[in-house]
C-alpha cells in the first residue's frame, strides 16, 4: 500500500482517469433514490430511504431497484407507516414477485424492517424537521431504532442513509442537518461509505493494489476517504465555475467520490454497470488502465 498523496505522484495518468470516472458516474442513479425520489412528499422520501438503505444487502443493484420498486407500487407513499401495518404475507408476496423465489438471503427479514421503519416515522412523525433538529451524530444514534441498520460501530447502513439524505442532488436527497454546535464548531461527520466498488477500485487500480485485503478497517477507511478527497479537490479545481473553485470540501461534497465508485466492476443486467454505462467500456476514462475493459 502507497499513500494517496504518493499514488497520485507516482500515477497522475491514473488519478486524472479516475476522478473523470467520478464526474461520469455522478450522473448514475444510487438505487436507492433512484425508487425514494419518485415519491412526491418529502416525508415518503426520507421513509423510503430509510427503507431501502436497511433492506438492501445481498443482491444486486438491479435486482434491488425492481424489488423496492415493486414494494413502492404496493405501498406507496405513506402506505409505508400508516396503520394498520400490512400484513407480512402481502410484503413477503412482493419479494416473490420480484425475484420469482423466497430464497433470497434477506427474505424473512423483509417485513419485520418494513415495520420497524413505520415505527421510526409515527415515532419522529416530520422527518424533515426531525432532520433539521439533529446533528449527523445523532441522527446516527437514532436510525439504531431501524431493525437491520445495525448496533454496532461503524454501522455501514447507517451510514450510507445519512448521505442518502444529506448530499446535494443528485447523489442526495440534500436536506440539511446541524452541521455546526453552540461555538460554531463543524460537527463530527459519520465515515463515508466504502463499497465494495471502491473496495474493488482501491484493490485493483489504486493506492492498495499490492494488498488491500490486508488492511485494517480502520486503514481502508482512512485511504478510501483520502482518495475521495483528493478526488473531489482535483474535480473542483479544475470547473470552471468559480464558485465551484472556492466552495470548501466538507464530508457532503466529498460524497460525490463514494457514489460514483460503487458502480466500478458492479454487477449490472448485462454485465458490469460500468461496462453498460459507457458504451461496453468504450467511453470509460479507466479503460486503458482497467484488465476487465473490453
Known amino acids: ?53 436497511a433492506l438492501f444487502q445481498d443482491v444486486s443493484y438491479p435486482e434491488f431497484v ?57 415515532r419522529h412523525l416530520d422527518l424533515q424537521g426531525w432532520l433539521k433538529s439533529r ?9 439504531g431504532e431501524i431493525y437491520f441498520m445495525g448496533k454496532g460501530n461503524p454501522r455501514p447502513k447507517v451510514c450510507a442513509a445519512i448521505y442518502r439524505l444529506l448530499a446535494p442532488a443528485p447523489v442526495g436527497l440534500g436536506l440539511d442537518c446541524i452541521e455546526c454546535d453552540s461555538g460554531h464548531n463543524s460537527v463530527k461527520w459519520p465515515p463515508l461509505p ?23 478497517p480502520s486503514q481502508k477507511q482512512t485511504l478510501a476517504t483520502d482518495l475521495y478527497v483528493a478526488l473531489v479537490q482535483y474535480l473542483m479545481e479544475q470547473s470552471e465555475n468559480a464558485e465551484v473553485k472556492k466552495s470548501k470540501v466538507d464530508a457532503l461534497t466529498v460524497y460525490v467520490a463514494a457514489h460514483s465508485l460503487q458502480f466500478y466492476l458492479e454487477d449490472g443486467t448485462e454485465g458490469f454497470i460500468c461496462r453498460q454505462a459507457t458504451n461496453r467500456c468504450r467511453k470509460c476514462p479507466l479503460r486503458k488502465y482497467c484488465n476487465y475493459a473490453i
Not at 438505487?31 to 425520489?37: G, I, S, Y
Not at 487500480?205 to 485485503?213: E, V, W, Y
Open 1 to 53: 500500500m502507497v499513500s494517496v498523496k504518493r499514488f497520485i505522484h507516482d500515477e497522475p495518468a491514473l488519478f486524472k482517469a479516475t476522478a473523470e470516472f467520478v464526474r461520469l458516474f455522478a450522473r448514475i442513479d444510487d438505487p436507492v433514490l433512484a425508487v425514494a425520489t419518485c415519491e412526491k412528499n418529502i416525508n415518503a422520501r426520507i421513509a423510503w430511504t430509510l427503507f431501502g438503505t
Open 66 to 122: 425492481t424489488l423496492l420498486r415493486t414494494l413502492n407500487e404496493k405501498f406507496p407513499g405513506e402506505k409505508l407507516w400508516t396503520l394498520p401495518v400490512p400484513k407480512a404475507q402481502d410484503i413477503e408476496d412482493c419479494v416473490e414477485t420480484a425475484f420469482g423465489c423466497r430464497s433470497w438471503s434477506m427474505f424473512e427479514n423483509v417485513s419485520g424492517i418494513f415495520w420497524s421503519v413505520g415505527l421510526f416515522v409515527r
Open 135 to 143: 446533528t449527523p451524530e445523532e441522527i446516527w444514534r437514532d436510525l
Open 194 to 216: 466504502l463499497t465494495m466498488g471502491a473496495r474493488r477500485y482501491l484493490s485493483i487500480l489504486g493506492p492498495a493494489s499490492d494488498g488491500f485485503a490486508d488492511l485494517e
